[in-house]
């Protein structure tokens, strides 16, 4: 199908009573006329449309969801099981949130394969949802067209696909938006689907996939952290541990590892700067961030572009065991301290000197019980272990 510039082709937009008048228009200018209907539909939409003729499907073809088989499903779960365990407590509330809706909130893969879906109390009355909910079903634009979920994992971006502009006919009745989730390599790996079949949503959903889907990212990125210093960093320490949170990474050379779209933006850096010295992004020495991982509260630094923020640090176990050390207050350098506030000590060497330092020093005062030290510093005993292997390895026979 070729498709003519709209620049010269498109009259004046008329006005229209209602969206559903406005979808029939974009898609008569597209399916029958060959024109880009730029400016009824989002550009992502149009875009998607292509991809789909030029993939020869029909807007009239009939479509079957994937069956699934046990199989199918074991894969899927399997796959997906780091994603699961840090996505479980936010599915868990936004099924909640959903209970008085007719909406479905969907999980799927990098792929586009559902791994999980929370269930509507008037699922009975619909005929696609409780197809298209079924964990090990594909939702990719490939298997089903135009719909929010392929969108998010074709562009990367969030996505809102409402009733005629799913590319299959079969498919308008169904709204949907979508958001994605990255992983601390700054993949995709997962994207959040809000569903309603029958009727438009009467909430702004987009809105509220991507509040789900930042709380979702910010738990996979500490899963996935490993042996890191997490800092925790925002404007208003009233925004911290929430989704409006700054989250990075730093490895045991004080190196970042990873960052989340929020703490990128404070920053003044992309996703792509990982790698670079914590000292020259945050500004702070390293000895004086290990001393935030023992800190009560949130400290206020001043960064290198003068943007005052506040600022928490965790020490993130390999094992997921949480935090490493138990805090107290902590003045940083370049902001105003507290009255009467002495400085503390400053530690030197790297982040693992001073972790190593730390449980080592842990461990002799537990007279050598590896169980009690790690009660102690709230870790597991795998973790001190580990660390004990590094310091004293074992001995040749």
């Known amino acids: 199908m070729q498709h003519r510039s709209h620049a010269s082709a498109l009259p004046a937009q008329p006005f229209f009573s209602t969206p559903q008048q406005r979808l029939a228009l974009a898609r008569q200018r597209y399916f029958e006329d060959g024109v880009r209907p730029s400016g009824l539909i989002s550009e992502s939409v149009i875009q998607s449309w292509s991809r789909c003729v030029q993939a020869r499907r029909d807007p009239v073809e009939h479509i079957a969801f994937d069956p699934v088989t046990p199989s199918r499903i074991h894969s899927a779960l399997a796959r997906s099981q780091l994603l699961l365990q840090a996505a479980a407590t936010d599915l868990n509330q936004l099924e909640q949130a959903l209970a008085g809706t007719a909406c479905i909130a969907i999980l799927t893969d990098p792929q586009g394969v559902v791994v999980h879906a929370t269930r509507s109390p008037v699922e009975h009355q619909h005929a696609l949802l409780p197809l298209a909910r079924r964990v090990g079903v594909n939702l990719d634009e490939a298997h089903i067209g135009t719909g929010a979920p392929g969108v998010t994992l074709r562009t990367g971006q969030a996505s809102l ?13 169904l709204h949907c938006a979508a958001a994605p989730i990255r992983d601390a390599s700054g993949h995709i790996a997962a994207v959040l689907d809000l569903t309603s079949e029958g009727q438009p949503f009467g909430f702004d959903a987009a809105a509220l996939t991507a509040l789900y889907a930042t709380t979702i990212e910010n738990q996979l990125l500490r899963a996935q952290s490993g042996e890191h210093i997490v800092v925790h960093l925002q404007t208003s320490p009233a925004l911290l541990g929430t989704p409006m949170e700054g989250l990075a990474g730093l490895d045991a050379n004080g190196r970042i590892a990873w960052l989340n779209n929020a703490a990128a933006r404070l920053l003044g850096v992309s996703q792509a700067d990982a790698g670079r010295h914590a000292e020259d992004v945050f500004g702070i020495a390293l000895n004086r961030l290990v001393l935030l991982t023992r800190a009560a509260n949130a400290a206020l630094h001043r960064l290198p572009s003068g943007l005052n923020v506040w600022i928490a640090a965790r020490m ?82």
Not at 348 to 368: F, M, P, S
């Open 316 to 397: 993130q176990a390999h094992d997921g065991a949480g935090p490493l050390f138990q805090m107290q207050a902590l003045p940083v350098a370049d902001a105003p301290a507290e009255p009467g506030a002495r400085p503390l000590p400053l530690p030197q060497g790297t982040l693992r000197d001073n972790d190593k330092h730390l449980i080592e020093r842990t461990v002799r005062a537990c007279g050598g019980n590896v169980s009690k030290a790690a009660r102690t510093l709230g870790v597991s005993r795998g973790l001190v272990y580990r660390h004990m292997k590094r310091v004293h390895p074992p001995q040749p026979a």
């Open 161 to 173: 696909v409402l009733g005629a502009e799913h590319f299959f006919g079969h498919l308008q009745m």
